[in-house]
């Protein structure tokens, strides 16, 4: 692990926090306009987090591959129970 992930590691729990503190629904009524609909949509989440839009696009249609190089970021996401099917976490190598 670099020193940047095990810094991003360290402080994780935090960023989460303050990234759950955020509303989302003013830049995700903008995205929705500009996102394709319908079968077969495949989207790709690389730095993750723990996984809150990943989550967003697969509850609208995509299956969704998160790509998140802190393990304690990965785990969190996947401990959700409305992702745990829905989007596909992968360790990013850095």
Known sequence: MNDHVAAY???SERLTAEYEAL??????????TLLPSGPGLLALDV????GR???WLAVIGF???????SSWMRA???VDAEMRNKVFFQKLGI
């Open 53 to 55: 839009e990943a989550t």
């Open 47 to 50: 730095g993750a987090s723990f």
């Open 63 to 69: 299956e969704v591959v998160a790509a998140e190089p």
């Open 76 to 78: 969190a996401g996947m």
């Open 9 to 11: 590691d360290a402080q």
């Open 23 to 32: 509303d989302p629904s003013g830049y995700r009524a903008t995205y929705s």
